[in-house]
């Protein structure tokens, strides 16, 4: 049976927040607002502008983003972290984990350290602390969900539509549940090891906010091509490029409205090994809403 494994570790979140902010485009697709960017950017001096600016550096904190994820003896905090990345060398790499990045590998961290020690003292370590709470407790909570059901069916539920199929049973998979990058998936697959970090939309960005799992589902619907594209699904699972020529717009707009249905949970994503994604309707989105909006709603009279 496909083994998976449900992990947070401070150092995951701590990793993904540094890569969001440096990589523009996967900013752009997040919840997070300019106004978030541009308040951390002021804090930063010109040389740690710069240095998140070079090719050799970023690819180095990509790899470190994905060892976090691992089980590869980097600790759990964010001082364990960069005390690893002080004494890194491949030869403390296990075979498995070479094979699995191959020439992508990095030789050493050089100049890495000083970029994590100074984003955890602008930013990550002036994070309220329920945050990182709400994170363990997003882990616990599918790792209890592993415990009575099928891998399988967990990976689903905590990405919120990502279905596999025809994986050998020697796939490990890794369930890390992340905050920064909400409402997307982030992965990282190989022939024997996938890494999804899934967003945690049960999560308020502010105590006393709204969740943004509380929404999207509302504001996915709200619109008359979305609708029709899960009228489509759901007749069942269509390749990409059968919903492009059923809708008859810009590939560019298809791709938006799936991100959106998707972070709504309203798409199941068809994964397979030797096939292309298809897409399919994941009606467990709507029959869940009513029951989280009446959680919300009478949760007030807790207060």
Known sequence: MVNVISMFKEQNEFMTSLLVFWNKSLFKKTDLTSKWQNNIQEKMS?????????????????????????????????EDLCHWV??????????????FYGQKLPQDMDGVLPILETWNTIYFSKLDSTLLENLHSKQAEVAQLLT??????????????????????????YLVPQFHVRPIVLFHVSKTVHIYSYAADNIS?????????????????????????????????????????????????????????????????????DKADRYSFRKEALRNLESKILSYVYSSEKR
């Open 46 to 78: 010109d040389r740690m502008i710069d240095s998140l600016a070079q090719e050799n550096l970023t690819s180095k904190l990509e790899i470190l983003h994905n060892f976090s994820l691992l089980d590869l003896g980097t600790g759990e905090t964010v």
């Open 148 to 173: 009575y059901h099928h891998p399988l069916e967990v990976v689903e539920e905590a990405t919120n539509g990502l279905h596999l199929e025809g994986f050998g049973e020697d796939l490990t998979i």
């Open 205 to 273: 960005a502010e105590p006393g906010a709204l969740p943004p799992e509380m929404l999207r589902t509302q504001q996915a619907l709200s619109d008359e091509n979305r609708l029709k594209m899960l009228q489509l699904i759901a007749t069942g699972p269509k390749a990409f490029k059968t919903i492009h020529q059923y809708m008859g717009i810009a590939k560019s707009t298809v791709h938006h409205h799936l991100i959106t249905l998707r972070a709504a949970g309203l798409v199941r994503i068809h994964v397979h090994p």
């Open 86 to 99: 002080k004494n890194y060398s491949v030869s403390q790499l296990t075979p498995e984990v070479i094979s």
